[in-house]
C-alpha cells in the first residue's frame, strides 16, 4: 500500500533570497520559450529527442543547473502532448 503525504510549505526567503528566486524562475520561463520555439520549429515534441538539441544550451545560456535545464525540457514537452495530445516519452 502506498501512502501519499501531502504538506503545505510556506517559503520565508530573505530579501537577497527573493531576487535569486525570481532571476531563477525567469530564468527558467524564459529557456522553456526558447525550448518551445525549438521543439515548434523542429516538430521535436519526444523528451528525450528535444534533451538532446536544447540541453547544453539551456544550461549555458540561462546558467540553470543540471535538473533545472531537464525539468524545464520535460515541462515543454509535457505541455505540447496536453496541447496536441502527442508524445512525450524516451
Not at 4 to 16: A, E, F, H, S, Y
Not at 44 to 57: G, H, P, Q, S, W
Request: with cysteine.
Amino acid at each position: 500500500m502506498i501512502v501519499k503525504l501531502m504538506m503545505q510549505v510556506r517559503l520565508l526567503p530573505t530579501p537577497d533570497q527573493a531576487t535569486a528566486l525570481e532571476a531563477t524562475l525567469l530564468a527558467c520561463n524564459e529557456a522553456a520559450t526558447w525550448v518551445s520555439k525549438v521543439a515548434f520549429e523542429r516538430k521535436e515534441f519526444k523528451n528525450f529527442a528535444l534533451r538532446k538539441v536544447t540541453y547544453e544550451l539551456a544550461k549555458e545560456r540561462w546558467q540553470l543547473g543540471a535538473q533545472a535545464a531537464q525539468h524545464v525540457i520535460k515541462k515543454t514537452c509535457d505541455a505540447y502532448v496536453t496541447l496536441k495530445h502527442g508524445s512525450c516519452s524516451s
